[in-house]
């Protein structure tokens, strides 16, 4: 990156706010898989504006910009692999408003999971997504990804809880959206279920027992299957190796929802 263009960048954040030194670029330069690459530049925003300008500028300069919140996620995302800059926005960590009355929280994108979940449960309140990672990922990073954890069969999961986005965008400038996500079952694959075995509205899918028997073998592909039905009729269907492989990076299954009853593995 031209030293100019980064001056430029640390005026708009303050230089402080701006890592350029090889050795402290690279800390920015994985997240949680194996993948690295090195960013020209680490930024600090401070605000939507900041973000909005750096974009102004990414979008004039044609450079990269990567957006992040911990790194945490498992696929790559904030992994700089073209270079650029890499967007940390951990300072933009504000809980703005928590208004109980109508149950809505305002954030900044950098707010940690966890800081939320303990925010509202001081307000009374409770924030159900809890990815294994609530300790230290960020709400944008769960946006972004569409977080869920172990309560997500039945309650959902992040995007299930978003209202409304303040988004920067290619177009440049902060625009505000009232973008309502509404849950839906998921998968083709269980939808067809619904539409076999089930009956009732898209969230709850109900299963009627007699109706036709439920041959647990006609849901089974080439390997064993955990399959778990909640109480409210929502269907889980996962290998048992994905199932394995999601037990939180081998710390342990972070809490289980689903009742004796409800759960078969086979
Ligand atoms: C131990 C462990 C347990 C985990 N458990 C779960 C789990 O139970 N459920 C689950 O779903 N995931 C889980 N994850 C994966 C990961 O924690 C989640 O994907 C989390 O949502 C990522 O948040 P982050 O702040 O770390 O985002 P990052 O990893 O920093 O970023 C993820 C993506 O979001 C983008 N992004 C980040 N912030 C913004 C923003 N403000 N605006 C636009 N884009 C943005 C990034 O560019 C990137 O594409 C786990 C990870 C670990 C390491």
């Known amino acids: 990156m031209q030293p100019g263009l980064i001056q430029e960048i640390a005026a708009l954040v303050g ?58 996620n498992q696929v790559g995302a904030a992994v700089p692999l073209q270079g650029g800059v890499v967007l940390a926005l951990t300072r933009m960590n504000r809980i703005l408003e928590i208004n109980p009355e109508d149950l809505v929280a305002v954030v900044e994108p950098g707010v940690i999971t966890g800081h939320l979940k303990q925010a509202a449960a001081e307000k009374g309140l409770y924030y159900p997504p809890d990815p294994g990672s609530q300790d230290y990922c960020t709400i944008g990073g769960n946006v972004a990804t569409g977080a869920g954890g172990a309560v997500a069969v039945q309650y959902g999961v992040t995007r299930d809880y978003v209202l409304g986005l303040e988004v920067v965008d290619r177009k440049e400038s902060p625009r505000g959206s009232k973008l309502v996500f509404l849950r839906t079952p998921g998968s083709e694959e269980l939808l067809e279920i619904k539409e076999i075995y089930g009956k009732g509205d898209e969230r709850r899918t109900e299963i009627v027992a007699g109706e036709t028997d439920l041959e647990l073998e006609d849901m089974i592909a080439e390997e064993d299957m955990v399959i778990a039905i909640t109480k409210s009729g929502y269907i889980k269907r996962l290998p048992v190796t994905a199932y394995r492989e999601q037990r939180r990076g081998g710390i342990g299954v972070m809490g289980m929802e689903l009742k004796e009853d409800d759960y078969i593995e086979h």
Not at 41 to 58: D, K, M, N, T, Y
């Open 15 to 72: 230089p402080e706010h701006v890592l350029r030194e090889e050795e402290a670029r690279w800390t920015y330069a994985y997240d949680a898989t194996d993948l690295t690459a090195l960013p020209d530049l680490v930024v600090f925003p401070g605000s939507a504006a900041e973000v909005a300008a750096i974009v102004r500028l990414a979008n004039r300069y044609r450079f990269p910009v990567i957006p992040r919140g911990a790194g945490t």
